[in-house]
């Protein structure tokens, strides 16, 4: 027996009951096509071309921006409220990804030859419509093996299903304050992180200096020059011979800190040995240093082990925070790849590391800094949180409110 097609999302707002009707996208939307212009038609300023490039995360962003003269123009102009959408590109991710435009970026604007405008009476729950799961489908399977193009004629025949006008507009509005809410709290968080960089720059001494330009009160001593040798140590290695004894971390990239996983089951004790390492040690990657592999190893990780490839260090006479916070600056870690020595991959041996310089406040200094860094993650942390809540909220709905 065939499946019975559903007729309602599981889903709704209180007061509709009417079956959903399944439609070609082409009758219920209005395309148009973008234009296709030479380099020599482009000018300082003139009719704004939307392109590819200028899309990102359902949004416009004001990047590259490529503008045509006037008079060449022979293709519909945007209006507020079109979608743009992506219909060809070299690369096959990128096709049919889009965005609403809550205002015109400039006047006047067009589409570019690989991109197409849609217009409706709610491009609201259009927008949310192109943001499910069955568009992606749609997408990949108008896209063939190897052609990385949509046609227009392929998107207004694909099908989906649409609910009379007033319960469109509802999901429409409701999918737009979503979105408006997650690209607040997007800005948000770039606008966060973008204030711990810069005061980084500031809470710790520039090159060659023995003073940052920002101090707590009470605080006016130079700080020392040392090395970290002056405050690490190579630990005695604890190698492990049971295999069932076994439990790997792994060090991410980035600053993203460890993972914890016992995955012994694809392991075998062979060539490459594998060390016991304890809370508070300092964790780095030798191939990765300078790319963000540091951390501290954290309560739950002790006793877990790495390879001798992510060694890791003893902290004494230094406030362990302090220390990490210094050395998983960008700017200090990114230049230490020159450091890295031998063939093929590079690595940055503990002899090596113990020889980079960092400049040391007083023990009570250090914990002032540490202390607010912490706090200021945190609040970070927090933010970034609410935001990944907010996104699988949206998940859910439309996996929820379309079928």
Not at 6 to 21: M, S, V
Not at 155 to 174: T, V
């Amino acid at each position: 027996m065939a499946k019975e097609e559903k007729k309602a999302p599981k889903l709704r707002f209180n007061g509709y009951t009417n079956d959903w009707e399944q439609q070609e996208l082409g009758a219920v939307v209005e395309f148009y096509s973008g234009l296709t212009y030479k380099p020599e038609n482009v000018v300082q300023n003139g009719t704004l071309v939307i392109r590819s490039s200028n899309i990102h995360n359902n949004q416009y962003i004001n990047a590259d921006n490529v503008y045509v003269k006037n008079n060449i123009v022979n293709s519909e102009y945007v209006q507020e409220q079109d979608i743009v959408v992506v219909v060809r590109n070299g690369s096959r991710n990128l096709i049919g990804k889009h965005a609403l435009l809550k205002s015109i970026p400039h006047d006047p604007s067009v589409i570019g030859a690989f991109m197409t405008g849609i217009r409706s009476l709610n491009n609201q729950f259009i927008e949310a419509v192109l943001n499910t799961e069955k568009f992606k489908r749609e997408i990949n399977k108008n896209l063939g093996a190897t052609i990385n193009q949509i046609t227009t004629s392929q998107f207004k025949k694909m099908k989906f299903n649409f609910p009379k006008r007033e319960e469109d507009k509802q999901i429409g509005i409701l999918f737009n304050y979503l979105d408006d809410t997650i690209q607040l709290h997007e800005r948000k968080c770039e606008e966060l992180i973008l204030i711990k960089k810069a005061l980084l720059q500031k809470l710790f001494p520039k090159k060659d200096k023995v003073r940052p330009e920002v101090r707590y009160k009470n605080f006016s001593d130079a700080w020392k020059q040392r090395k970290l040798g002056d405050y690490l140590s190579i630990p005695a290695k604890e190698p492990i011979t049971d295999i069932n004894k076994l439990k790997l971390m792994t060090l991410k990239l980035n600053l993203e800190g460890i993972t914890l996983a016992a995955n012994r089951e694809t392991l075998k004790l062979g060539s490459t040995k594998y060390y016991k390492r304890h809370e508070g040690q300092l964790l780095y990657g030798k191939q990765n240093f300078f790319h963000g592999s540091i951390a501290l190893i954290p309560k739950e990780a002790e006793g877990y082990a790495t390879s001798g490839d992510v060694p890791a260090l003893n902290i004494s006479n230094i406030n362990s925070k302090y220390l990490v916070d210094y050395i998983s600056r960008p700017i200090y870690f990114e230049t230490k790849e020159a450091l890295a020595t031998g063939t093929g991959s590079k690595r940055i041996h503990e002899k090596t590391l113990l020889n980079f310089k960092i400049a040391v406040p007083s023990l009570e200094e250090q914990s002032e800094i540490s202390d607010f860094i912490a706090k200021y993650t945190a609040l970070i942390a927090l933010h970034q949180s609410k935001l990944e809540k907010l996104k699988k909220m949206k998940k859910f709905l439309l996996q929820n409110m379309f079928i």
